[in-house]
């Protein structure tokens, strides 16, 4: 094993339908994909319950047990009940994604001070315009803190999808496993610690600009 | 360097005097390993329970990974003792090689053995990868053999394992040797239910299924006939180390002359439909034949 | 269930290869992420690029992760230690910030009063620091716990025994019984430790109770 060839090996396999392009595109459009799906779901609920006040008990329980779940077994049961290809690890990692989200959502209109929205109340705003208004605006940066955990785990795990997939950058990683192709298996490794990692700067980013703008509305 | 390379030596110099002194009646402890395959796993069983009866002390070392994982392992003196197939092991130690039938592979395969590891006899057992279709694809493109897929004018998708891209058995292989085109999807369950889910749900229309696999009867599935001699003869076969001395290669070589194709088969439907652990289908296996 | 009634043994000897696996990484994490996180708690200056480094850890893909250490480490691809040594990494990424969090919210006045009736060193953080961090340090293992358990399933895809082993087994013989118990026996393990960890928390902060 010597980085040269990785080197290389990340220098040279670029193009084509296998190449390090499309595989980085499909990893990529996989984890968007999946993080939207998965905020879909678990958006509105953790708001409801954040505003609301109930069900934070069960919210709590099982964010912490989802946790433990293994990734690679939903994976599999899902692959035996949907045959090859995408559904299967969409499903799965969207039951992935669920926990955080849920919790950032919850938590982010949580923590929004209860003075705040019974002025707002006060003042005449609907149940709706202060969850629009108040709640989301005041809770956006932990909101997105939980969708950047959420992203992270997705575009890691992302790779197994291609356990049953013919698609992402874990293909690169299973070949390079299976055959001791190393300079693969590690290009492969790097290619996909890179896109997570530009994916939390950015998403970082954003959180950090949305506080300011939350702290300092009007700068 | 340092501390920790230290350590780790001293760690394993700890771990070789525990090994030391477990060891059995015949001295040394006989590492028997395992591919990451329910099939071979209840072959390495079965040396291992022979082995035990025989007075060896045994360390199991199962569902390895694949031979591309353990070979530098049992080359590095880490096994002993590893169940194998004939033509792929020969096909990895020499790429070059032309030999197709049984016997060729076998005398190549004696010679081509690194130092200090030599492979045992044959079982009359097979098990060997075969291009793998549905009964309803074989009789609407009239498929017997590989070469009539040429005759098929759909594209073919074939589905295997990851390392099937880069081994002379898959659509490369498939190219060379009978110039036919197929795409290739990854499924990494070793020709398992999802491969076979795919092949009937028609997202696949080939598939590298062993001939031993007992889905093959179950799902009504074609084995086209290798007429050009793609794949190597694949025979069960023992791949031993120094430390397997002729006392053990004795009592392994009776296992493999004992073991018939069909038993296979059987014992990976015991496996798959029964859904029993190895260890139960080697011990009723050993006593069935009466070699305990 | 047909599977489980005659594979418990193997289910058994696997939770106890998994356990063998995830116990040191825990201990390990612990141990490393509460003296750094003290350290980036107190010393502002220090404390950001740690933190962000943990960060950068965390955001490492575990697949990938698990083949390249033993490149880094010199170590065999099918090791114990490699990925204890991984799931090490993930539990410290995980547990700085918030044990950082825990030393940080220690009362400044407190830790000063200490110091005047003359603690330091080893008694400062002994004695006085580590249990006023507590608390917050157990929410933080307790992630840590958890999710470790779940994570190390996948050293069954690099050849090291573990339930993750039911998970791949399962799927190449096709029997859903065998996945659904390596699901199930992970998921109840991080509980059951999850409960310990609890347990072992209110055993060592006795005042909260009366305080509460």
């Known amino acids: 094993m010597n980085l040269g060839e990785t080197f290389t090996w990340l220098a040279t396999h670029w193009a084509g339908p296998g190449g390090i392009g499309a595989r980085l595109a499909q990893h990529l459009l996989l984890t968007l994909a999946v993080v939207a799906v998965a905020a879909i779901v678990a958006l509105p609920l953790g708001v409801l319950i954040g505003h609301t006040h109930k069900g934070a008990a069960v919210v709590g329980a099982s964010v912490g047990a989802a946790r433990a779940i293994p990734t690679l077994g939903l994976l599999t049961l899902f692959g035996l009940a949907l045959g090859i290809g995408l559904r299967a690890p969409v499903l799965a990692l969207v039951i992935l994604a669920l926990p955080s989200l849920l919790a950032g959502a919850y938590a982010g209109v949580e923590t929004v001070p209860p003075a705040v929205v019974e002025a707002a109340r006060a003042v005449g705003l609907s149940e709706t315009q202060i969850v629009w208004r108040v709640e989301l605006p005041l809770g956006a940066p932990v909101i997105i803190g939980g969708l950047r955990a959420a992203t992270l785990q997705v575009v890691s795990t992302a790779t197994l999808a291609a356990y049953i997939a013919d698609t992402g950058l874990g293909r690169f990683l299973f070949i390079g496993l299976k055959s001791r192709d190393y300079a693969q298996m590690v290009g492969g490794a790097i290619l996909v610690i890179a896109l997570a990692l530009i994916l939390e700067v950015t998403l970082a980013a954003t959180q950090r600009l949305v506080s300011v703008h939350v702290t300092h509305p009007r700068q | ?292 | 269930m047909k599977w489980l009634g005659l594979n418990w043994p193997q289910v058994v000897a696997l939770l106890g290869d998994h356990i063998r696996l995830v116990v040191p990484a825990i201990a390990l994490s612990i141990l490393i992420a509460v003296p750094v996180g003290r350290l980036a708690g107190r010393h502002r200056s220090l404390g950001r690029p740690l933190l962000g480094v943990a960060t950068l850890l965390y955001a490492v893909p575990a697949l990938p992760l698990l083949v390249i250490l033993p490149v880094v480490l010199g170590l065999p691809l099918r090791s114990a230690v490699t990925i204890t040594a991984a799931l090490t990494i993930y539990g410290v990424a995980l547990l700085v910030r918030t044990a950082a969090d825990a030393f940080g919210a220690v009362d400044a006045g407190v830790h000063e009063a200490a110091v005047a009736l003359g603690y330091s060193g080893w008694g400062l953080f002994w004695r006085v620091d580590l249990p006023l961090a507590v608390p917050v340090l157990l929410s933080g293992i307790r992630v840590v716990v958890v999710s470790t358990v779940g994570l190390a399933t996948i050293g069954a895809l690099t050849g090291q025994s573990s339930l993750g082993t039911l998970l791949t087994d399962g799927f190449q013989r096709g029997i859903a019984g065998e996945v659904v118990t390596g699901v199930v026996v992970t998921v109840v393990l991080a509980l059951v430790l999850d409960g310990l960890t609890l347990l072992v928390g209110r055993a060592i902060t006795p005042w909260r109770r009366v305080a509460a």
């Open chain 2, 1 to 292: 360097m340092s501390h920790r390379t230290h350590r780790f030596a001293a760690l394993v110099a700890v771990a070789a005097l525990a090994l030391a002194g477990c060891s059995g009646a015949h001295g040394q402890t006989i590492v028997v390993g395992s591919q990451d395959y329910y099939s071979n796993e209840i072959v390495a069983e079965i040396y291992a329970q022979a082995l035990e009866k025989g007075g060896y002390a045994v360390d199991r070392q199962f569902r390895i990974g694949q031979r591309e994982v353990y070979l530098p392992e049992i080359e590095a003196g880490n096994i002993d003792l590893f169940p194998e197939y004939t033509g792929p092991l020969l096909q990895f130690w020499k790429s070059s090689t032309t030999a197709r039938l049984a016997d060729a592979v076998y005398s190549e395969l004696v010679q081509a053995a690194p130092a200090g590891l030599r492979v045992l006899d044959q079982s009359p057992a097979t098990d060997q990868d075969s291009y793998v279709v549905t009964s309803a694809f074989a009789s609407q493109w009239h498929l017997t053999t590989i070469s009539d897929l040429k005759g098929v004018t759909v594209p073919l998708v074939m589905g295997a394992n990851s390392e099937a891209q880069s081994r002379p058995n898959g659509p490369q292989g498939l190219l060379d040797t009978y110039g036919v085109t197929c795409g290739f999807t990854p499924i990494e369950d070793g020709g398992g239910p999802l491969t076979v889910k795919a092949l009937k749900d028609g997202t696949i229309q080939l598939a590298i299924i062993y001939t031993a696999d007992p889905s093959i009867m179950a799902n009504d599935l074609v084995s086209l006939e290798d007429d050009k001699g793609l794949f190597l003869a694949s025979h069960l076969v023992p791949l031993a180390s120094d430390k397997v001395d002729d006392k053990a290669a004795a009592l392994i070589n009776k296992i493999s002359a004992a073991m018939s194709p069909s038993d296979l088969v059987a014992l990976d439907a015991r496996s798959v439909t029964d859904q029993l652990p190895a260890a139960t289908i080697a011990t009723d296996w050993l006593k069935d034949k009466g070699l305990v």
